[in-house]
């Protein structure tokens, strides 16, 4: 199998049967990592999880953004099924500039804490 990108259609060929496979493609970049973007309206999410406590925390918008201390992109892995609480805050797109100086680009950021079920976290 052989890969190639070209402007935005990709195409796998597969050199034995001589067969193309090629779909077009849309990228979305963040400052932290690239990103693949499948869908446009597609929701952005980062998570960090906490092994010591069981817990995972996952931040999601409307559009990339950055937030202190949640870094992998994606949504928290699935063994995390319970949610403990939910907040929604306004932010600037890079998680560190005051909002007065965003207004324009703010954005609102839900970040739901979960945990897993059954674990009991030892205090």
Known sequence: MLRSLVGSEMCIRDRSKADYL??????????????LATEPNAEY???????????????????????????VYGKCPSKYSTVDKVVTEEQCPDGVTNLRYCQSTALNVTIATKGEAGVIAMV
């Open 22 to 35: 090629c779909i077009d493609v849309d990228y979305a970049y963040s400052s932290k990592q690239n990103v």
């Open 45 to 71: 999410c980062l998570h960090q999880e906490d092994v010591e406590d069981h817990k995972c925390f996952e931040a999601c918008g409307a559009s990339p953004f950055q937030s202190k201390g949640i870094t």
